[in-house]
C-alpha cells in the first residue's frame, strides 16, 4: 500500500508540474521547454538477495516472468529545462509482482513484492555545436516492500515474512545528445552514486535513439542497465537485507514536448 500511495503522489506531482509548465509556455517570453514521456522498460533481473539468515540467493528473473507475474505497473519522465542551460528531471518506475514457484520438500513460495525507484536531477548543460552535454547531480530513491508466504506441504502451517527497505542514493552523471540527421538523436547516459549513505553503489548505463516526428512528438528506443549494491544490518541475523542485482533490458517510450 505504501509504495501504491508513492506512486500514485509522484505521478500527481509529474501531472501538476505539467499543467502549470503547460500555462507558462503558453507565454511567448517563456524561455523553459518541457517534455513528459511515458515508457516501458523491458527489464530482466540478475543478481543475489539476501533476507535474514539466508544469504546469497540467486536472482534470475527474465522479461517474461515478470510479465506473467505483474499486478500494476507504471513509468513515467519529466524533463524541464531553462534558457537551455538548466534544468530539472524526475523519473519514477514502479512494478507491483506476485506470484508462486515450487521449493524443496513439495512446497508452495508465494512471493509479492512491490518495487518503486523515484530519480530527482538538477542539470546543467553545456552545448558545443549541435552536440550537448548535461551534467547531472541529485537522489535515487527505493522504495522495496516484499512478502513472501513458504507452504511446507509435509509439515502444518506455514511461515510468513515481510521486508520494508527504503533509502535514499546521491547520485551524479551526465547525458550526451548528438543529432543524426533531422529527425534522429543519440543519446547517452551514465551515473554512478550510492557511495555508502545509501547503497554502497549504484549506478545506470543507457543508450537511446530519439526519432522527431515533428510534432510535438517524438518516439524513444534504447538499452538500459541500473546497478544496485545494498546492504542493511547484521549477516546472518533476522533484520538482515541485502540487494546486489542489476535491472537491464530494452525500452520505448512516447515522449510529449512543448
Avoid at 519529466?78 to 506470484?99: N, Q, S, T
Avoid at 527505493?142 to 509435509?154: C, E, I, K
Avoid at 515474512?161 to 551526465?174: L, M
Amino acid at each position: 500500500m505504501r509504495s501504491r500511495t508513492a506512486s500514485g503522489l509522484v505521478f500527481a506531482a509529474m501531472f501538476a508540474i505539467a499543467a502549470t509548465s503547460q500555462a507558462q509556455s503558453d507565454d511567448k517570453s517563456s524561455s523553459w521547454a518541457f517534455s513528459v514521456e511515458a515508457y516501458m522498460l523491458a527489464s530482466s533481473i540478475e543478481g543475489d538477495a539476501s533476507i535474514g539468515r539466508v544469504v546469497g540467493v540467486n536472482v534470475n528473473v527474465g522479461f517474461d516472468d515478470i510479465l506473467a507475474s505483474l499486478e500494476i505497473g507504471a513509468m513515467a519522465h519529466f524533463e524541464a529545462i531553462k534558457d537551455d542551460r538548466w534544468g530539472i528531471v524526475l523519473d519514477y518506475g514502479f512494478m507491483d509482482l506476485g506470484g508462486k514457484v515450487a521449493v524443496a520438500r513439495n512446497g508452495v513460495l508465494e512471493a509479492d513484492v512491490r518495487q518503486g525507484v523515484l530519480e530527482a536531477f538538477v542539470l546543467r548543460r553545456f552545448a558545443n555545436g549541435p552536440n550537448a552535454l548535461d551534467v547531472y547531480a541529485g537522489v535515487r530513491w527505493w522504495d522495496n516492500d516484499l512478502g513472501v508466504t513458504l507452504n511446507l506441504a509435509p509439515l502444518p502451517g506455514t511461515r510468513s515474512f515481510k521486508v520494508q527497505e527504503d533509502w535514499v542514493d546521491p547520485v551524479i552523471g551526465s547525458r550526451w545528445h548528438h543529432p543524426m540527421g533531422d529527425k534522429w538523436k543519440l543519446v547517452l547516459r551514465g551515473d554512478a552514486g550510492g557511495f555508502g549513505v545509501g547503497s554502497d553503489l549504484t549506478s545506470v548505463l543507457g543508450v537511446s535513439a530519439f526519432y522527431d516526428f515533428k510534432s510535438s512528438l517524438m518516439l524513444e528506443v534504447g538499452y538500459r542497465a541500473l546497478w544496485v549494491d545494498y546492504e542493511d544490518g547484521n549477516r546472518r541475523t533476522p533484520g538482515y537485507f541485502a540487494y546486489n542485482t542489476v535491472t537491464h533490458g530494452p525500452l520505448v517510450g512516447l515522449v510529449f514536448e512543448f
